[in-house]
């Protein structure tokens, strides 16, 4: 199991911290990720982490404002958000795969609840 955290309602350029933690009956996955999904139907891929190599990846209209991080021992993926923008609005999920890091949203086999990101003055 995912259980997400971490959400909440910030002004523009404000900051929040989102925290995924998988159970112990998730074993041996490999990277995890977080995707969005705002007012469109589709959820989009915003950043992913590789538990062994601690590569990570990021869309690029995130890229310098959120950082993905892991603590191996806690098994829980971290989504520090700065300079958010009303564009950000969006419930994110967190995700959990067994092969490396990626961006397709299908590749992923363990999903999070979700946790409304709210970016609004």
């Known amino acids: 199991q995912l259980q997400a955290s971490g959400g909440g309602v910030v002004q523009p350029g404000g900051s929040l911290r989102l925290a995924c933690r998988a159970s112990?009956?998730?074993?041996?996955?490999?990277?995890m990720g977080w995707f969005r999904q705002g007012s469109g139907p589709d959820r989009e891929f915003v950043a992913a982490?590789?538990?062994?190599?601690?590569?990570?990846f990021y869309r690029d209209s995130v890229k310098g404002r959120f950082t993905i991080s892991r603590i191996n021992a806690k098994n829980t993926v971290y989504l520090q958000m700065n300079s958010l923008k009303p564009e950000d609005t969006a419930v994110y999920y967190c995700?959990?795969?067994?092969?490396?890091?990626?961006?397709?949203?299908?590749?992923?086999?363990?999903w999070g609840q979700g946790t409304q990101v709210t970016v609004s003055s």
């Open positions: 982490i590789s538990w062994s190599t601690i590569s990570t």
């Open positions: 995700a959990a795969k067994y092969t490396r890091a990626g961006t397709v949203l299908s590749d992923y086999t363990y």
């Open positions: 112990g009956s998730i074993f041996g996955i490999n990277s």
